[in-house]
């Protein structure tokens, strides 16, 4: 269950601050939602930074984390109004609920790259690396096929790592030096795709395939112009047929 990776916060911010700039006080009030679509609604009070109290509707109650914050949770507590009214609040958050997970939680398909990386000495292989990146949710799987058959032993995968934006990327390494002709896939698996993904290594970049082209097209050029000057050396030598020396002529 990855319940902390994927809570949504939607607040509201009051700041205070004193004219000497010595203090900064600062409440927040949020709706809390998590990946079990459960809400936690909060009001919590921080001054310079310490956080000193909160109302947190798991608990429906006001907490201190001061002397004197305890004191005044303790009469908020005995308040029917307030508690009431935090109440109210948390079926708000509860309402929006379904807005909130349809905006946040639809699932973003992930774009992925696969590249080489140069062996590192001669007796390391070289390394495909697939990536897949922004994605969410969290859960992927990532796994290589080599002409048909999943690979997996030489595979390390880091775990999925957070961007701090809701999404995530990972990385899977395959060590392996790929023999011309040879078929490999990177398959990524992802609650966005319905269906698997493949993604085929391609050992020519597109400079590279560039290059080709290019080559390609000098080498029939160049070979437009040798057929071309051998039809014409040809032709030319058709109409001046060497005459047969006769016998008696010399
Ligand atoms: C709210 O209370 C619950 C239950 O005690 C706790 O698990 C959660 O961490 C609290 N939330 C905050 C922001 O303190």
């Not at 390391?124 to 690979?151: D, Q």
Request: with cysteine; aromatic share 12%.
């Amino acid at each position: 269950m990855q319940v902390h990776s994927s809570v949504v916060p939607c607040l509201l911010l009051f700041l205070f601050c004193s004219t000497a700039d010595s203090y900064f006080g600062y409440g927040l009030i949020r709706c809390q939602f998590d990946s079990r679509r459960e809400v936690v609604y909060l009001e919590q009070l921080y001054f310079n930074k310490v956080f000193l109290g909160q109302y947190n509707s798991t608990l429906g109650q006001y907490v201190g984390y001061t002397e004197r914050t305890r004191k005044i949770a303790e009469e908020l507590n005995k308040s029917k109004g307030f508690l009431e009214q935090a109440a109210k609040n948390k079926k708000k958050c509860e309402e929006n609920r379904e807005l909130i997970y349809d905006i946040f939680l639809t699932p973003v398909e992930p774009s992925v790259t696969l590249r080489s990386v140069e062996a590192a000495s001669a007796t390391h292989p070289g390394m495909l690396v697939c990536s897949a990146y922004n994605f969410y949710p969290k859960n992927i799987k990532l796994t290589w096929l080599r002409n048909g058959h999943e690979v997996t032993s030489d595979v390390t995968t880091t775990e999925e790592l957070s961007n701090g934006n809701w999404l995530y990327q990972i990385h899977s390494h395959l060590e392996v030096k790929p023999s011309p002709g040879e078929k490999i896939f990177c398959k990524v698996e992802h609650a966005s795709l319905m269906q698997p993904k493949l993604y085929e290594w391609e050992s020519l970049t597109p400079a590279d395939r560039n290059k080709i082209a290019v080559g390609t097209a000098g080498l029939v050029l160049g070979l437009v112009f040798v057929l071309g000057g051998f039809t014409f050396y040809k032709k030319k030598n058709k109409g001046h047929q060497p005459v047969p020396t006769s016998p008696g002529t010399h």
